[in-house]
């Protein structure tokens, strides 16, 4: 057994023995110009570990074109989980002797864009925890678009997963489910503006207080497949 695979299996042990649910890979030097890090952050980082939680069905369940208070409450103790694993698998790879920068599971620094430090769905898609949706999410062949991603890059040196291919076949849910109207028929026609100005008017609900919507998250459960008889 290599090096990279005896750290690959002992990482992932240790993401899942704090509550993960999905665990990969991968190098990220073809993604680094797409990153708001520094050179000095990144020097020497080549490996991206995307983490993954999935979501309660049931609390999503409750959402009707609108965002809950119980889905906010879910939405910021799954960020709150993956930031604590972040935090651990860091720690672990530090105690090696390697470098380890986790990143926010959700902070925006380009509020314009909508963008964190770094990209976790661009950094999961290109670890293989799934594809990128119609809803611009990740989709997750066995959970859909209900789970939540952290990211954590290092230079311990790891076994590398590969992407998968788009599987959302004719399955539209999301787009005819988006209340704002933002989607299309691929990840692409996605409309960042529509979708923002939404969740703005979300945010101004009693109670809630932040951009989240759940709605397209709700509708994209991972059995798509099976429905379209796929």
Known sequence: MSREHENYQWLKNCVFSQGGSLFGVVDIESLKARFLLSEKELEGLRFGISIGVILSPSILSGIEQRPTLLYKWHYRQANNLLDKMAFIVSKEILE?????????????????????????RAVAEAAGLGWRGKNNLIVNARYGSQIRLVSVLTD???????????????????????????LGESPRAYDLAKCFDRLRTFSKIPGIGQFICGVCVKVCSGKAKERHGK
């Open 96 to 120: 090696r002797g390697y470098h380890a920068l986790p990143v926010p599971s959700s902070q925006i620094v380009d509020w314009e864009n909508q963008k964190g430090h770094v990209s976790h």
């Open 156 to 182: 311990l040196p790891l076994q590398t997963d590969h992407p998968v291919d788009f599987g959302c076949g004719d399955c539209s849910l999301c787009v005819s489910a988006c209340p704002a109207h933002a």
